[in-house]
Every structure is written in structure tokens, then in C-alpha cells.
């Protein structure tokens, strides 16, 4: 009778330990505002590593669930200005405690930039930014300005830098500083390591600072190429502490990808089935996302298996307990 109770015990702790989709998870979601909703019900599923997400906006998903935390982007000095921006943050769900500000602000709107040059940019920051940190109806973690991976962005950061301290003797306040990366791995690691000294060294305060890449990818490459990069990648940054979280720029479908990116960097096909990629992101087939599942209502995800076969030994041992 002992010997099955604690076997019954044993099963239960293991069916019911958490899985890596449960685990506190650094994965997150670039939402492009994809019509497609039974892939965003895929990715945000309960299964779902992804934890996080933001739009480039202020504004939710209407596909998206409060289960996961929303990441407000504060794109350009018209966002910081506007005078309802308080109200705005302040309706937002109490998971999001994370703020984004300026969008690539070295690079141009045709690309998805904001387009604002340094001094501009750090005097809007300080005005209508900074006091978000402690505002009397909400208190923020706000970001410094995401630019673009390249000595063009870090020339820009240069610049910003310097003007906050024209501003301001402590400088442009902030708690975490978000990143953008196109390139092979090797190019992220370094650019992570280059942007990690700018901000810590010789600095007491920045000694913690956590990093966020919103947007990563490798662009214009086959799927080997890009599934070893997501793979090298992913494993390097869950490891490193100072990194909080991540997104793939590449939530939607093959056929919807831009010819900068190429098709490789989507994780669904054409048919809305996840890639090898997009299969990799969500923790592979152990986690109920092998390639090709699709989402409810685009002829149903594949559930994990594990819970059912778990409740099924249980389920055998609790009858062998009553019978003995």
C-alpha cells in the first residue's frame, strides 16, 4: 500500500511539473496585425511559450488575450505628445508594465522608423516619456529609442545620450533598453555586447540593465540558414541573464512576408501550418507544435499529448489503489 501511494505521488508530480510552455518564458511576439486569427490563437494558446507581445502602437490586439502581456510602443513625438496618452496607458490591462519608445528613430518612415533626430528626440523623451516612470495614476518601465542594428543606430544612441545630459545632469532616466537585429547570429551577439557596454560601462546604475529584442531575424537567406540561426539564437539568449526577452520578427505567413525579410523568417506557410521554423519558436512537437499544426478554426492545432497520456496513469493507479 505504501510502495503505490508514492508511486501514485511520483506520477503525479511528474505529469503535472511544468513544461517549459509554463516557465516564466523570455518569447515573445512582434504582432504585425495579421487577418488571419487561427494563427494568432496558435501562438497565444495556452501551450505557447510566448509570454509577451507588442503592435509598434499603444494599442492592443483585438486577436490577443490578457493572459499575455502587452508591450505599449510609444512610436514617434506625435504618440509622446498626444494629449490623451496617460488615459490611454492608464485602460491598458495590469500585465502591461513595460513601455517601448521610438521606433528605429535613425531610420526613415518608409521603413517603419520614426525619423527623429537625437536632440528632438531627448527633449520629447524627457517631457512627456521620463514622467511616466512615476506618474500618480500608473508607474512605467520605459525603454530607451529601439534604432536599427548598425553603427548608424549606435551613432544615433551617441547623440540621444548626449543630449539627455544637456537636458538633464543624470541624463534621459530609464529601466531597460530594447533592441532591434537583422543578421546572423554571430552579428547579434556582437551587437548585444556592443550595445551592453555602451550602457554599462562605467555606470553603477546600468550594472542590471535588461536588455529586450523586439525584432530579430535573418533576412533574405533559405530555411536551413534561418532555422540555424533561430536555433543558435534562442538557446544563446534564454541563457543570458541580462536578456529579458525576445521576439521573431516573423508572425505570418510565407506568402505575406516582405521581400527584404524573404519568406524564410515566417513561422506559418502559405496554409497558415507553422514552418520548421515557426514549430521551433513554439517548442517543437514535445510541446504540442509539431510542423504543419494550425490553429482553431484553420483546421484545429494538434494538442499536446502529454496531459492525456499523464491522466491515463493516473487514472490506473488510482483504480489499482482502490482495488488493493
Known amino acids: 500500500m505504501r510502495a503505490s501511494v508514492s ?10 511539473a511544468p513544461t517549459r510552455a509554463t516557465l516564466p518564458s523570455k518569447r515573445g511576439l512582434a504582432y ?14 495556452a501551450q505557447s511559450p510566448i509570454s509577451w507581445y507588442y503592435t509598434w502602437s499603444l494599442y492592443q490586439a483585438q486577436s490577443a488575450n490578457d493572459s499575455v502581456a502587452f508591450l505599449p510602443l510609444i512610436h514617434n513625438t506625435d504618440d509622446a505628445s498626444n494629449s490623451d496618452l496617460t488615459t490611454i ?13 521610438f521606433n528605429e ?13 537625437p536632440e528632438d528626440a531627448a527633449k520629447s523623451y524627457m517631457d512627456h516619456i521620463a514622467p511616466l516612470r512615476s506618474s500618480d495614476s500608473r508607474q512605467w518601465n520605459i525603454s530607451h529609442p529601439s534604432v536599427t542594428g548598425s553603427g548608424q543606430g549606435l551613432n544615433w544612441l551617441q547623440r540621444f545620450n548626449s543630449s539627455c545630459y544637456e537636458l538633464d ?11 532591434h537585429w537583422y543578421g546572423d547570429f554571430a552579428g547579434l551577439a556582437s551587437w548585444l555586447g556592443t550595445l551592453h557596454e555602451f550602457y554599462t560601462e562605467n555606470s553603477t ?8 529584442i523586439t525584432e530579430m531575424a535573418l533576412p533574405q537567406q533559405d530555411e ?19 536578456v529579458e526577452g525576445y521576439a521573431w520578427f516573423g508572425a505570418f505567413r510565407s506568402d505575406s512576408a516582405n521581400e527584404w525579410t524573404g519568406d524564410a523568417v515566417s513561422l506559418f506557410d502559405d496554409h497558415g501550418g507553422l514552418t520548421e521554423l515557426g514549430s521551433l519558436y513554439l517548442g517543437g512537437e514535445q510541446n504540442g507544435f509539431a510542423e504543419g499544426t494550425k490553429g482553431e478554426g ?27
Open 7 to 16: 508511486t501514485l505521488i511520483c506520477a503525479y508530480a511528474l505529469c503535472f
Open 32 to 45: 504585425t496585425g495579421s487577418d488571419d486569427q487561427a494563427d494568432t490563437r496558435l501562438l497565444l494558446s
Open 89 to 101: 496607458l492608464d485602460r491598458l490591462p495590469s500585465s502591461s508594465t513595460h513601455l517601448l519608445t
Open 105 to 117: 528613430p535613425d531610420g526613415t518612415t518608409d521603413s517603419g522608423g520614426s525619423s527623429i533626430e
Open 169 to 179: 545632469d543624470a541624463g534621459c532616466p530609464m529601466d531597460f533598453v530594447a533592441v
Open 205 to 212: 546604475t546600468n550594472a542590471d540593465l535588461k536588455f529586450w
Open 224 to 242: 536551413d540558414a534561418t532555422v540555424a540561426m533561430m536555433n543558435q539564437s534562442l538557446a544563446y539568449l534564454d541563457d543570458l541573464d541580462y
Open 298 to 324: 484553420n483546421s484545429a492545432a494538434v494538442p499536446s499529448t502529454s496531459m492525456s497520456t499523464c491522466s491515463l496513469i493516473l487514472t490506473g493507479l488510482a483504480m489499482t489503489l482502490l482495488l488493493w
